[in-house]
């Protein structure tokens, strides 16, 4: 099992900004794993916000619409993501999840949830309007 740390959750007013940060154990950075961020707010589904390889590569969803970045500091085994003009709909329980199989972390699969088997616990984000 990796270990995975989410920080850096709160609450802001409509369009401000956090950065979340995943502590890993750097597993991932060893086998050519992959990292993302996913979350879920109330009554909904856990959707995909971004994930991010080995190398770099990078994939958003949709609804993230150039708002985010996901970015990783490999010495620090910490994942990132930066996020600015926040808005409500925002709202939700962000968390971390890592995939040690290289196999499975092609830039389709990235942002499905099934294709990772750790995560973290979560950092709770709060947007008010």
């Known amino acids: 099992q990796v270990e995975l740390v989410e920080s850096g959750g709160g609450s802001v007013q409509t369009g401000g900004s956090l950065r979340l940060s995943c502590l890993t154990d750097g597993r991932t950075y060893v086998t050519g794993g992959c990292l993302a961020w996913f979350r879920q707010a109330p009554g909904k589904e856990r959707e995909g916000v971004a994930g991010?390889?080995?190398?770099?590569?990078?994939r958003y969803g949709d609804f993230v619409q150039d708002r985010f970045t996901i970015s990783q500091n490999k010495s620090k085994k910490t994942m990132y993501l930066e996020m600015r003009d926040l808005q409500p709909e925002d709202t939700a329980m962000y968390y971390c999840?890592?995939?040690?199989?290289?196999?499975?972390?092609?830039?389709?699969?990235?942002?499905?949830?099934?294709?990772?088997?750790?995560w973290g616990q979560g950092t709770q984000v709060t947007v008010s309007s």
């Open positions: 999840a890592a995939q040690l199989n290289s196999n499975r972390c092609d830039w389709l699969r990235r942002l499905r949830e099934a294709t990772y088997d750790n």
């Open positions: 991010i390889s080995l190398y770099g590569g990078t």
